[in-house]
């Protein structure tokens, strides 16, 4: 009998139309361009304006996308798994309302919230479903808008984070291809240092808190770069090292898009040479969940049935961890 692996059979993706570029930062804060890029590999990032439109908007165009360039019938998805940091509401979860309205009507849904790192989990979750073979067809879909919990005249996160969605579907595969290993990491010693002090159980919101701007995000990016320097380029090391892999076997590092020197740090202790190491921090910043799936979406022309893609991903809380993945088609 053939062990079922779970494999990525389609993408989508979707980024708003308006662009926030340093150029512009620079007349909202004390900042310049050549300070931007140089520190963070960032030139622009994307920003949905549309008043009423959250995380569930840019969430429903990339799903409608990867339908539309897979030609997936909605009706035939079992599950839709939302990694996210901005969820539409408290309490109601966003992944529900996706599902609704691009008409996945069989499928159940639930949100998943690991910062930067959620897609990454998310991956293990959605393999974990696929080769339990109750399901069939697992969507997962990378959604966040940044802007929502962005001060824009703090300079020190307004220059990282833009907003963005990206989805990949998982099917069972009897070739061996797909998720072959997973090494996932959390540690609580990062509470402190990327959060948002209110509007949770322990400060709920009030007049105050809305007053002392303690409903945007706070990072500590000293310590915060520490953290995601190392541990993202342990777990890489570690995933191919148990796997006996070595840098020719590597044909892509699909690396959280936080930070371009972070990036760098990771294919560096990997061996990796610049053409192996996909890149798009450029154009849209840190998209938080969505940073993985945009980059299969614009890179997926490069891949080749049997391709081996290293993920890794560095979030707050703090979560990280990398994905050994076997690329599963070629783009026709």
Request: charged fraction near 20%; hydrophobic fraction near 40%; charge should be negative.
């Amino acid at each position: 009998m053939n062990t079922i692996t779970a494999a990525i059979t389609a993408v989508g993706a979707y980024v708003p139309d308006f662009v926030l570029s340093n150029e512009v930062l620079e007349t909202m804060v004390d900042t310049n361009d050549e300070w931007i890029t140089t520190r963070t590999g960032i030139k622009e990032r994307r920003v949905l304006k549309e008043s009423g439109k959250g995380t569930s908007f840019l969430a429903i165009k990339a799903a409608q996308d990867l339908m539309s360039r897979g030609n997936i019938n909605p009706a035939d998805i079992d599950l839709v798994i939302m990694a996210t940091a901005t969820p539409d509401m408290p309490v109601a979860a966003t992944g529900v309302y996706v599902a609704s309205q691009i008409g996945a009507v069989n499928a159940f849904a639930f949100d998943l919230q690991a910062a930067c790192s959620s897609f990454l989990y998310g991956m293990s979750v959605a393999s974990a479903y696929i080769q339990s073979g109750k399901y069939k067809k697992v969507l997962l879909i990378g959604a966040d808008k940044m802007s929502s919990i962005i001060d824009y005249t703090d300079r020190a996160t307004c220059i990282i984070f833009g907003d963005g969605a990206g989805a990949v579907l998982f099917e069972p595969n009897n070739e061996g291809l797909g998720l072959q290993d997973e090494y996932l990491r959390s540690d609580g010693i990062g509470r402190e240092y990327l959060k948002i002090d209110a509007g949770g159980s322990i400060l709920p919101a009030s007049k105050e808190t809305v007053e002392n701007s303690q409903h945007f995000v706070f990072q500590d990016g000293k310590t915060v770069f520490k953290y995601a320097v190392s541990g993202m380029a342990d777990v890489s090391e570690k995933i191919m090292d148990r796997n006996n892999l070595t840098k020719e076997d590597v044909n892509f590092l699909i690396a959280h898009q936080a930070n371009k020197r972070i990036i760098d740090a990771t294919a560096s202790r990997m061996g990796l040479e610049e053409d192996k190491v996909l890149i798009n921090i450029q154009k849209y910043g840190n998209t938080t969940s969505a940073t993985l799936p945009l980059l299969l979406s614009d890179f997926e022309h490069k891949f080749k049935k049997g391709d081996n893609l290293i993920f890794a991903a560095f979030g707050g809380g703090f979560t990280w961890g990398s994905i050994y993945l076997k690329w599963a088609y070629n783009k026709q």
